[in-house]
């Protein structure tokens, strides 16, 4: 980590289709080696098939899925006398976008459907209603939040 500034946000620009801003930066972290028509390839088709399932808006559908997803807590290693503790803290609301977008991305990769693109659907539905793998991660790092609230009082 620098220790001289902090580093500068870099513009994103809306995604083409819907004009949204979060889309295109999960786009962007969906991306393999700067293949990016790939990638808005896999996110709109996935779309498509979320809104013939849902019959709803499918950027509404990817929002609430976000939402679900974001952590409200996390635990961060601090040493204090030698000891390392697991203390929890909040997430700031650009890390638990992040944090959200990694785990769909992480938890559609692993899933057993046929094309990325049934996979980040069905993630997405499951995460839209509480369910998957990116869920389980959240409720997750909750718990260990949770476990390790007796170290709350070494937060800096």
Do not use: C
């Amino acid at each position: 980590m620098s220790r001289r500034r902090a580093a500068e946000k870099r513009e994103i620009f809306p995604d083409a289709k819907f004009g949204d801003f979060v889309l295109s930066k999960f786009m962007n972290s969906l991306m393999f080696d700067g293949k990016k028509s790939v990638a808005e390839r896999i996110v709109y088709g996935a779309l498509d098939v979320v809104e013939k399932k849902t019959s709803r808006s499918p950027v509404e559908v990817f929002h609430e899925a976000l939402d679900n997803v974001k952590p409200l807590l996390e635990v961060r290693s601090r040493r204090v006398g030698g000891a390392t503790y697991q203390i929890p803290m909040e997430v700031r609301k650009t890390r638990a976008q992040s944090l959200a977008i990694r785990w769909i991305i992480e938890g559609s990769v692993k899933r057993s459907e046929n094309t990325m693109t049934e996979r980040l659907a069905a993630e997405l539905l499951e995460a839209s209603n509480n369910r998957g793998a990116a869920i389980k991660k959240r409720e997750d790092t909750h718990k260990m939040a949770e476990a390790n609230r007796a170290f709350a009082h070494y937060r800096w």
